[in-house]
Structure formats: structure tokens, C-alpha cells
């Protein structure tokens, strides 16, 4: 089952617009992160925030985690055209280090107008 | 530095036909692989993933398979399709023992199964 589930479904902003993508998840995490998928393509990570941490920020992008809330937030800010893509959050869950592997969740497909 | 390469990108097949979609890492030993499947729009499922020649997990049960010949090589593979197995499916890797390293994707197979 998906732990993560993004929140809106999909957005459509102006460029130079900020564009905010909140995902929540069930279970307890040793980190989280988030990655970007262009139409038809693999998905690139983008950055990772461990439980320990409130925000992060890499370039334009800025993640916070609240884990009280069992939630996290991507913004991104002044928007570009070329940032439309879908954006997924993945999760790793505590416990679960025989696993190795990320849960998704099911996106967020950004448009950003020119 | 590290490549992954999953081919064929495209593939039209008949149900109850066979198939074989190969996955190759460059440039990193003993990687952790992955097949994700991935709906129309959807987010991503975690099909299989190993963590060394020969151990293969399984995620969720179908009438799909995994085998990992060599050390960076993955195949997914099914002996009858279904149409239900039509999708986007990609193959990923991933280094150490913590499952919440950063996963690395390829630019993914389309399979439509007719």
C-alpha cells in the first residue's frame, strides 16, 4: 500500500508563482524524501530531510517535515516553466531496514504557465 | 560515475505472450535493485528488489518474476502477460545497507499489453 499521499493531486500556477506540494504519510520515518518525474520519464531525487530535522532547503526548493503531524511539505519558489513535472515524496520507514526500499506516494503533477 | 540502463523503452505485446525487460548499473558493485511499476498517472509500486546475486524479494504476488544473474544486472520477466500488466515500469538501484538511501532511477519501459 502507498504510505505517502501527496496533496493537491495537481496544480497549475503562473511562473515566478510559488508552488507548495504536502505529503502525509501512517507510520513512523527514518527520513524522507522527495523526487521529481518528467512526463514519460525515470524520477530524479531532489532531497532528503531525516527525521530529526525541520527544513531543508536546496536552491529554490524548501522541505519541512513535522513529524508530530506525520507530514511534509515541498515548496517551490518563483516558479519556471521547466519545473512542470510530477512530484512524489517517498518514505522510509523505521523497522524496516531489511527492506531497503522507499514507498511512494502517488504525486503531485505540477503546470506551471509561461 | 554511476549509469543505470533498462531497455527495451518501448514494447507492444500480446496478452498471454512473454516477457523480458533487462536492467544494467555501471560504475557501482554490489548495488541494491529495484522494478517499480507505475499506473497511468499513478504513483509507483514496488515490484521487486535485491540486494545481492540470487536474493530476490517480493513485494505483492502476481504472475511477474525477478532474477539477478550478475552482480549489476536485474530482469523482470513474465512467462504469460496480462492486460493488467500493461504500465510504465522502471528499474532503480541504490547503494548501502540503509533503506533510505537514494534511490536512482532509469528512464523506464513502457509495456502495453493488447
Known amino acids: 500500500s502507498q504510505q505517502g499521499e501527496e496533496d493537491p493531486q495537481a496544480l497549475s500556477i503562473q511562473e515566478g508563482e510559488n508552488a507548495t506540494m504536502n505529503c502525509s504519510y501512517k507510520t513512523s520515518i527514518n527520513n524522507l524524501q522527495w523526487y521529481r518525474q518528467n512526463s514519460g520519464r525515470g524520477l530524479v531525487h531532489l532531497i532528503l530531510i531525516r527525521s530529526n530535522e525541520r527544513e531543508k532547503h536546496s536552491g529554490r526548493l524548501r522541505v519541512t517535515l513535522d513529524t508530530s503531524k506525520k507530514s511534509s511539505s515541498l515548496l517551490i519558489t518563483a516558479s519556471r516553466a521547466a519545473d512542470t513535472a510530477s512530484y512524489f515524496c517517498a518514505t522510509d520507514e523505521v523497522g524496516d531496514t531489511g527492506r531497503r526500499a522507499l514507498t511512494f506516494g502517488s504525486g503531485t503533477r505540477l503546470q506551471v504557465q509561461p | 560515475s554511476q549509469t543505470i540502463h533498462q531497455w527495451p523503452a518501448t514494447l507492444v505485446q500480446p496478452v498471454g505472450s512473454p516477457l523480458s525487460l533487462e536492467c544494467t548499473v555501471e560504475?557501482?558493485?554490489?548495488?541494491?535493485l529495484y522494478w517499480y511499476r507505475q499506473a497511468a498517472g499513478r504513483g509507483l509500486q514496488l515490484l521487486f528488489y535485491s540486494v545481492g546475486i540470487g536474493q530476490i524479494s517480493s513485494e505483492v504476488p502476481q504472475n511477474l518474476s525477478a532474477s539477478r544473474p550478475q552482480d549489476r544486472q536485474f530482469i523482470l520477466s513474465s512467462k504469460k502477460l496480462l492486460l493488467s500488466d500493461s504500465g510504465f515500469y522502471l528499474c532503480a538501484w541504490s547503494v548501502g545497507s540503509s533503506s533510505g538511501n537514494t534511490i536512482y532511477f532509469g528512464e523506464g519501459s513502457w509495456l502495453t499489453v493488447v
Open positions: 560504475g557501482t558493485s554490489n548495488p541494491n
